[in-house]
C-alpha cells in the first residue's frame, strides 16, 4: 500500500503543479488574457479524459503483465520531454488563433508527461484491487485529490513567490523523473504478484452487473455540471472581484475538496444538509447576479455556494459509484463529463454566446440533475411540486441572462474579454456612450456639443497622462504611442501634424472604438493601429521616437503582469526620445502597483512620480485615477513648475522587481 500511495500522491501533486505554471509561461505570450487560464483548463482535462480511456483500454483488454510493460515503456519515453518549456516560436502565431495555439502549445511543452500523470490515479487503483482482493481502491482516489489540492494551494505562496519560471521548471521536471521511478517501482511490484496462470485480461465476474447507459450518462452529466459551476463562477470571480492568482486557485481548491470529503467516506456527504442547502446556494448566486456584493462577501459567498454545488454533484456520483470491476469506465465517465463542461465554457460560449449566459445554464443543469436523482424516490405530489419550482428557477435564470444584454446598444464576446456598449444621460451635457469590460468602464464620449471632443474619465486633462502631454513641447509635432485603446479617448488631444500610434490585441475594440466612438474619427492627428499584443510589436519594430507612451492594456482590474517587467519597461524606453515620457495608468481596486514602477525605474535608472487624481464633484466627467511617468531624470528636472507636485516613488526595501521569469501578485495586493 505504501507504494501505491506514494506514487498516487506524486502523480497528482505534479499533475496540479504544472497547471499554473506552464500557464504562467505563456501568459505574456496572449496578452495575458484571463481566457488563457480557461483555455488550459480544457486542455487540461482533455488530458484527462485521454488519460482515462487509455487506462480503460489497458485494463480491459491487456493482460496485468503486459499493462505493466506498456506503461513503464511510455514512462520512459516521457523522460525525453523533460525538462517541461513552452517553445517561444509558438509566439509568432498566437495572435492569429489564440485559442489552438494556447492548445498547441501546451501539446508540445507538457503533452506526454501530463498525459501519463493523469493516468496514474485509476491505473494504481486498478491495480491495487487486482493485488488485494476485497481492498477498497476509492481511497486512492481521495488521497490523489489531497495531494492535487495541496499542489494548487503551495503554488501560489511557497513556489511562485521564491523562484523563477525556469527555476520551476527544473524542479518540477526532478520531480516527474522520481515519480517515473516510483510508478515503474509499482509496475514491477505488480508483475510480480501476478501469477502466471492470471496472465490473461480480467473476465467479468458472473455477479457484477455491468453498468446502463443511463448509468454512464448520469455520471457524465453530474460530472459536467460540476465543470461548468467551477470555471463559470471562477471566471465570475477572476473579472469582477480581483483577477489574482488566489481566485484561481480558491475555487479548485473547493472543487477538490468536494472530491477528497465525497472519495474518502461516504459519510461525508450528508444529504438531506447539502440538498437542503442548495436552494440557499441558488438564492445566494442569483443575489450576486442581480444585485452584487461587498467584495468579501461575494468571495465568502460564491466559494460557499460553489461547495455545495460540488458536494451536491460529486455526493451524488460517489452514492452511484460502481463495484471495483468497473472502476476505469466510471472514471473515464468522470473525466469526460469534466471535459465537456470545460471545452463548453472554455471555447463553446465565447464563439457561441454574446455574454456570460454559461453560468445560468450550469445553475439550471444543477437544478434539472438535482430533481433526476431524487426523482424515484418520490411520491406524486412532491415530484409536482419540484417540477413547478425547476419550470420557476428556469424562467428566473432566463430573466438574468436577459439583464445582461439588456440596455445595451452592443454586447460582444471573443477570447480577451466581453465588452458591452450602452447610451446613458447623466445630466449635463447629455447622452454619452460608454464601453464597458466587466464592470470598468473604458472610455466613454458625449453624443453632442464640444464634450465630444474632450477627453475625460481616466484621461482628463487634469489627470497624469493629459498633463503629461500638455508638458510636451508645443511648438513641434508630437508623437504619441498608446498600447490598449479603450474607446480611444487619448486621440482626442492629437494636432494636426502629430501622430499617435495605437497597440491593441482585441481586435473587437478596436471595432467598437471606429464604430461607436469618434474620438480616432475626429481627432485631427494621423491615427496608425497596429493589432497584437503591445509589448510583443514593439519588440518587432524598430525605435518609433515616441515623445510619450502610454500603457493602459489592461482588461477591467486584470494585470497583464508581462507589460510590466524589466524587460518589458527596456523595450518600452528604447522606443523613447531622449526626453520622452513613458506613461503607466496603475489605477486598481485590489493591486498597489507603486512598488513595480518604483523597481523597474530604478532598474533602468529612471525617475517615477505618481500623480495621483481625486475625483471632483464639479467635474463628474473627470474619474479618480494613478498614472505613473517614468523618465530621465534629466527631464524630470525640467519639468513646468505646475507638475511639481508628482509624488517620486521609491523602491520597496525587499521588494523584488518583476521580470519575464518572476513575478508575484501576493506582493502587491493592497
Known amino acids: 500500500m505504501p507504494l501505491f500511495a506514494l506514487t498516487v500522491f506524486l502523480s497528482a501533486f505534479l499533475l496540479f503543479q504544472i497547471q499554473p505554471m506552464v500557464a504562467k509561461m505563456i501568459l505574456p505570450w496572449f496578452g495575458g488574457a484571463s481566457s488563457v487560464w480557461s483555455t488550459c483548463l480544457v486542455f487540461f482535462q482533455a488530458e484527462l479524459l485521454l488519460g482515462y480511456l487509455y487506462v480503460h483500454w489497458l485494463h480491459e483488454t491487456l493482460a496485468p503483465r ?47 508527461p501530463y ?36 499542489a494548487l494551494l503551495s503554488y501560489p505562496v511557497l513556489v511562485e513567490p521564491f523562484l523563477a519560471v525556469q527555476g520551476q521548471s527544473w524542479m518540477w521536471s526532478a520531480g516527474y523523473a522520481l ?98 442547502a442548495l436552494p440557499a446556494a441558488f438564492f445566494g448566486i442569483d443575489r450576486i447576479l442581480d444585485e452584487g456584493l461587498p467584495v468579501p462577501w461575494m468571495i465568502a459567498l460564491i466559494s460557499a455556494a460553489l461547495f455545495v454545488f460540488c458536494m451536491v454533484c460529486h455526493g451524488e456520483l460517489v452514492r452511484r459509484k460502481p463495484h471495483p470491476r468497473h472502476l476505469t469506465l466510471f472514471y473515464l465517465m468522470l473525466s469526460l463529463g469534466g471535459a465537456l463542461g470545460g471545452m463548453f ?89 460608454v464601453m464597458v469590460h466587466g464592470r470598468i468602464n473604458h472610455g466613454e464620449q458625449y453624443l453632442a456639443g464640444e464634450a465630444r471632443h474632450v477627453p475625460n474619465t481616466y484621461y482628463c486633462e487634469e489627470s497624469g497622462v493629459g498633463r503629461a502631454i500638455f508638458a510636451l513641447p508645443q511648438a513641434r509635432p508630437l508623437k504619441l504611442g498608446m498600447v490598449g485603446l479603450g474607446a480611444g479617448t487619448l486621440a482626442a488631444y492629437g494636432r494636426s501634424g502629430d501622430t499617435l500610434r495605437i497597440y491593441e490585441i482585441n481586435d473587437q475594440v478596436l471595432q467598437l472604438a471606429n464604430s461607436h466612438f469618434s474620438y480616432l474619427a475626429d481627432s485631427p492627428a494621423r491615427i496608425e493601429t497596429v ?23 489592461f482588461s477591467g482590474d486584470a494585470i497583464p503582469a508581462h507589460l510590466l517587467t524589466l524587460e518589458a519597461m527596456q523595450t518600452y524606453l528604447r522606443h523613447l526620445r531622449p526626453d520622452g515620457i513613458l506613461a503607466v495608468h496603475i489605477t486598481n481596486r485590489y493591486l498597489d502597483l507603486q512598488p513595480v514602477m518604483a523597481a523597474a525605474a530604478r532598474h533602468h535608472g529612471r525617475t517615477a512620480l505618481l500623480y495621483a487624481l481625486e475625483k471632483d464633484e464639479d467635474n463628474p466627467a473627470c474619474y479618480s485615477s494613478d498614472w505613473v511617468l517614468i523618465m530621465t531624470p534629466e527631464r524630470a528636472a525640467a519639468l513646468p513648475l505646475v507638475m511639481n507636485d508628482g509624488e517620486p516613488l521609491a523602491p520597496r526595501p525587499g521588494f523584488r522587481p518583476w521580470t519575464d521569469g518572476f513575478s508575484n501578485l501576493f506582493s502587491v495586493l493592497k
Not at 490515479?121 to 488485494?132: E, I, K, S, T, V
Not at 445582461?404 to 464576446?413: H, S
Not at 510583443?536 to 515623445?547: A, K, V, Y
Request: glycine share 6%; hydrophobic share 55%; charged share 15%.
Open 66 to 112: 503486459r499493462q505493466a510493460l506498456l506503461h513503464a515503456a511510455l514512462l520512459l519515453l516521457s523522460l525525453l520531454a523533460l525538462p517541461v518549456a513552452a517553445d517561444p516560436s509558438w509566439k509568432e502565431t498566437a495572435q492569429a488563433n489564440p485559442t489552438l495555439s494556447v492548445l498547441g502549445v501546451l501539446a508540445a511543452a507538457v503533452g506526454l
Open 115 to 150: 498525459l501519463l500523470l493523469s493516468t496514474t490515479g485509476p491505473l494504481m487503483q486498478a491495480w491495487y484491487a487486482r493485488a488485494f482482493a476485497g481492498a477498497t481502491p476509492y481511497r486512492l482516489y481521495a488521497l490523489s485529490n489531497l495531494a492535487s489540492m495541496l
Open 179 to 276: 515519480f517515473v521511478a516510483a510508478c515503474g517501482a509499482t509496475a514491477w511490484w505488480s508483475w510480480r504478484q501476478v501469477p502466471s496462470e492470471r496472465e490473461t485480461a480480467t473476465a467479468l465476474p458472473p455477479d457484477v452487473p455491468r453498468p446502463t447507459w443511463r448509468d454512464c450518462l448520469l455520471w457524465a452529466a453530474l460530472a459536467m455540471t460540476a465543470s461548468i459551476l467551477l470555471l463559470a463562477l471562477t471566471r465570475h470571480l477572476t473579472q469582477d472581484v480581483a483577477p489574482v492568482p488566489f481566485l484561481w486557485v480558491l475555487p479548485l481548491a473547493l472543487y477538490l475538496l468536494s472530491f477528497i470529503l465525497c472519495f474518502d467516506a461516504p459519510r461525508y456527504y450528508v444529504r438531506p444538509l447539502f440538498l437542503a
Open 345 to 433: 465554457v472554455g471555447l463553446v460560449a465565447p464563439a457561441a454566446f454574446p455574454a456570460y449566459f454559461e453560468l445560468p445554464i450550469g445553475l439550471f443543469l444543477c437544478a434539472l440533475l438535482t430533481v433526476i436523482v431524487l426523482w424515484r424516490g418520490l411520491r406524486l405530489h412532491w415530484r409536482l411540486l419540484l417540477v413547478l419550482a425547476l419550470a420557476g428557477y428556469g424562467w428566473r435564470l432566463g430573466m438574468v441572462s436577459k439583464e445582461f444584454v439588456d440596455g445595451y446598444i452592443v454586447t460582444a464576446r471573443n477570447f480577451y474579454s466581453q465588452l458591452r456598449v450602452s447610451e446613458r444621460h447623466d445630466g449635463d451635457p447629455g447622452w454619452k456612450r
Open 531 to 553: 493589432l497584437g499584443d503591445g509589448r510583443l510589436m514593439l519588440e518587432r519594430e524598430p525605435d518609433q521616437g515616441f515623445d510619450l507612451l502610454a500603457l493602459d492594456a
